[in-house]
């Protein structure tokens, strides 16, 4: 039986600082406040306890993950464990700037999607607008071939 090779991401890009701080802080004073709670002896430490792990796992998740990955064929943005988007390139016709954390898509069928990209780092912003859009013209090319 042959292994599938894994595909490896060409370019990805990073989560904000920000945003990752945010997510920790938020974890430590979670979790402290079902560990004080559960030695206090209190039920409120049980009830504080469930949103903790899952906020525990996702930022976990969030530190481990970077925020946009793109593949030969694909773009994935990874924003959160529940909120992942995935653009197959050859779905895409053109890529318009919108503002400065938005930009706007065009699929084959003119159809139009606003991207937000809030979270990824600012100095990678300009970068990520322009491999998106190298990456569609790219396969624009290369449907017409």
């Known amino acids: 039986m042959k292994k599938e090779e894994e595909e490896k991401a060409m370019e990805y890009f990073e989560r904000d600082w920000l945003i990752l ?28 306890g469930v949103p903790a792990a899952i906020v525990s796992f996702q ?10 990955l793109i593949y030969e064929n694909r773009i ?15 779905d895409i016709k053109k ?29 990678q912003l300009q970068k990520f607008r322009d491999a998106f859009n190298h990456h569609v013209c790219k396969s624009l090319v290369e449907r017409d071939d």
């Open 21 to 48: 701080t945010l997510h920790v802080i938020g974890t430590i004073v979670l979790c402290y406040l079902c560990y004080h709670y559960i030695m206090a002896v209190s039920p409120l430490g049980f009830v504080i």
């Open 59 to 68: 930022t976990l998740w969030i530190l481990l993950n970077p925020y946009a």
């Open 76 to 90: 994935e943005v990874k924003k959160s464990m529940y909120r992942s988007k995935i653009w197959y390139l050859i």
């Open 95 to 123: 890529v318009g700037e919108l503002n400065k954390k938005s930009f706007r898509i065009t699929y084959n069928d003119d159809d139009e999607e606003v991207i937000k990209i809030m979270g990824i780092r600012n100095s």
